[in-house]
């Protein structure tokens, strides 16, 4: 059912979309720590789509910022974004839900919330500095050590959104089934 | 809806799409091999002065920097720290530079012009028996579903709030998943049911 | 499950015969859905122009209209479309058969009414320009050219519902099944709508939950427990379901039972 799957893959983008729309004030406790939502649809689209799908979610939804949408947190949008100094972890939420989706198949005996918090921890945050902090470091003219403690202060919040992630997961495991498509 | 286009019709507007693709590219290429302060501030002002042909709304499209200035001041500081400010300064004013010449093509170019010019780009998928027409259907998808979803989002607060009084936080996400998944399968059937994403050429 | 698809062969050779006399036939055609049985032993001949579907919520009246144009395909029974197995015939069923959802907002994708057109053209593979410039005068031709440029979450619900069907109608298919269309419509819109249908040339096999809309029909299905409970002219099938909906009315109402 390949109609199926782009509308899928497209949904997880616009997911990913909707989370940087949504006012702050949808999820309260993570307001003033200086992080989007945004990472929350990335982590989203790997755990609920698997490796392959939910990689093209994550690439379709930085295409269509590229075409000019301004639809990344803060409403920024467009070309420019790509030429910014944290350019690397936008490069580095395709591989990452790549990433998330493979740990979520491969770890298939574990219960969806554990599996899903290990998918989203390795994916969401572990690869995607793995690509941000060099990425950084790079653009910015600064040492791998330094661009990491500039990073670190986004660490907390993605502790958060990884476990957002295992129980969103989690439910929509138990109430809509068919939707849970990473371990077809 | 969503746009951050400047409304218009101006020279900028009128250039063709992948001709501004190409000159973005050039001048990426081109300041990558420029480190020096004094070549770099011409630069900016060039690049200032492409917003400020366009007139006042161009001009407001700086406030874009507004947005990525405590994450410039803090790169700034690394370098202050580590002993390299006058390396930062460069650095920073190369970033700028960059930064304004790419959104300076989004903010005059429609999306669609911009997606018919990186068209072609989608050939090779032919070779592979996978429509070229997917991405631009993809697009177009998620354009549709995003607005949607946002008031699917709204329409769970007000009935939780309805119900209890406060507003719905996270707690939220995953009915508002579970609903929205379900109208995706719909927009899938009626995908299908009018040929789907290959269309009826075959 | 691959992503994307293999093309299939270039060049296939049309298999159905859009004249077919009957465009349907079924032959104890039975449905389940995980496990659980929806349609039941449905053996029945479709001909004629205007044929109606009524049932009780969950009788099957949806899947049943689903299998018309391939979104389902039988688990027991023989059921041809347009003169071949529907199995064959499904790659080319989209075109012959037009199919319009309850709700237009699951089934318009594009952001304007022109774009919408269009892309029924373009699926049957105009290329972008003329579609446009096709779906302008198709739209003419319906009184609604002053609706091209709108974006379509702007129209009413009326209006909306419309664009879906001529979303649909501009690909000429010769069977146009509607799934319960008007049930969002108000009286004016559902009147409106109800006699543009009735002009069409299409067959058509319609879903609907008001008996009314029936009138100038030639033949009702009734469908219960997705089963056939009854299949004739109008009159008949109506009065006897009227009939036996005031029984059920009458017995102790019991809301677990809806």
Same mark, same amino acid.
């Given at each position: 059912m390949a109609d199926r799957s782009l509308v899928h893959v497209a949904f997880y983008a616009a997911l990913i979309a909707a989370l940087g729309l949504l006012p702050p004030v949808a999820i309260p406790f993570l307001s003033g720590v200086p992080i989007t939502a945004q990472t929350l649809g990335v982590m989203l689209a790997g755990v609920m789509l698997g490796p392959v799908r939910g990689a093209l979610a994550v690439l379709l939804f930085l295409f269509i910022v590229a075409l000019g949408a301004p639809l990344l947190a803060g409403g920024r949008g467009g070309l420019g974004v790509f030429f910014s100094p944290s350019v690397g972890f936008l490069v580095g939420w395709p591989v990452g839900a790549f990433v998330a989706g493979w740990i979520m198949r491969a770890t298939g005996r574990l219960n969806v919330l554990t599996s899903s918090a290990i998918a989203a921890a390795i994916g969401g945050i572990v690869v995607v500095y793995a690509f941000g902090i060099p990425g950084l470091a790079y653009k910015a003219g600064l040492s791998l050590a330094e661009a990491a403690v500039g990073s670190a202060v986004f660490i907390p919040g993605d502790l958060l959104k990884v476990a957002v992630t295992a129980l969103v997961a989690e439910t929509i495991s138990r109430g809509l089934p068919a939707a849970f498509l990473s371990r077809t | 809806m969503i746009a951050m286009q400047i409304p218009g019709d101006t020279w900028a507007h009128r250039l063709p799409a992948g001709l501004k693709l190409v000159a973005v590219a050039v001048a990426s290429i081109l300041l990558f091999q420029v480190s020096s302060f004094w070549t770099l501030l011409p630069c900016l002002a060039a690049v200032i002065s492409l917003y400020a042909s366009l007139g006042r709304q161009g001009l407001a499209q700086l406030k874009l920097l507004r947005g990525l200035s405590v994450l410039l001041a803090c790169l700034l500081a690394l370098h202050w720290l580590s002993g390299t400010l006058l390396e930062g300064f460069a650095i920073i004013l190369r970033l700028i530079i960059m930064i304004l010449a790419a959104n300076f093509v989004s903010v005059t170019t429609r999306m669609d012009d911009m997606m018919a010019a990186v068209? /072609?780009?989608?050939? /090779?998928l032919e070779w592979l028996g996978i429509s070229s027409r997917k991405p631009a259907l993809g697009v177009t998808l998620v354009l549709r579903f995003t607005p949607y979803m946002l008031q699917v989002f709204s329409m769970l607060q007000e009935a939780y709030r309805a119900r209890t009084g406060s507003s719905g936080s996270w707690r939220l996400l995953a009915p508002f998943a579970i609903q929205s998944l379900r109208m995706s399968d719909h927009v899938a059937e009626a995908l299908k049911a009018r040929g789907g994403s290959d269309g009826l050429t075959r | 499950m691959a992503f994307w698809p293999r093309k299939s062969k270039?060049? $296939?050779?049309r298999v159905c015969d859009p004249d077919a006399k009957p465009f349907a036939v079924f032959e104890n055609v039975g449905l389940e859905i995980a496990e659980r #049985?929806?349609?039941?032993g449905l053996t029945l001949r479709l001909t004629e122009d205007r044929i109606g579907v009524i049932g009780l919520n969950g009788s099957g009246k949806s899947t049943f209209v689903r299998l018309l144009n391939g979104l389902r395909t039988p688990s027991s029974g023989e059921l041809s479309l347009f003169g071949v197995p529907a199995t064959l015939a499904e790659p080319e069923l989209p075109r012959h058969v037009g199919f319009v959802f309850q709700n237009p907002d699951h089934q318009a994708i594009f952001p304007t009414v022109e774009e919408e057109i269009a892309f029924g053209l373009t699926q049957l593979g105009s290329d972008k320009d003329e579609s446009r410039s096709r779906a302008r005068a198709f739209l003419a031709t319906h009184g609604c050219e002053a609706l091209a440029d709108r974006p379509i979450s702007e129209l009413s619900e009326g209006q909306k519902q419309l664009i879906c069907i001529l979303a649909v109608l501009v690909m000429e298919p010769r069977l146009l099944v509607l799934d $319960?269309?008007?049930? #969002?419509?108000?009286a004016l819109a559902t009147s409106r709508i109800r006699s543009m249908l009735m002009s069409l040339p299409q067959k058509i096999v319609l879903v609907s939950h008001d008996l009314s809309h029936f009138e100038g029909f030639d033949r009702i299905f009734w469908l219960e427990e997705g089963r056939l409970r009854m299949d004739g002219p109008p009159h008949e099938v109506l009065a006897a379901y009227r009939a036996d909906l005031d029984i059920k009315l009458n017995n102790k109402l019991e809301l677990v039972a809806l």
């Open positions: - | 068209q /072609p780009l989608f050939r /090779p | 270039q060049n $296939e050779t #049985s929806v349609l039941t $319960e269309p008007m049930t #969002s419509l108000d």
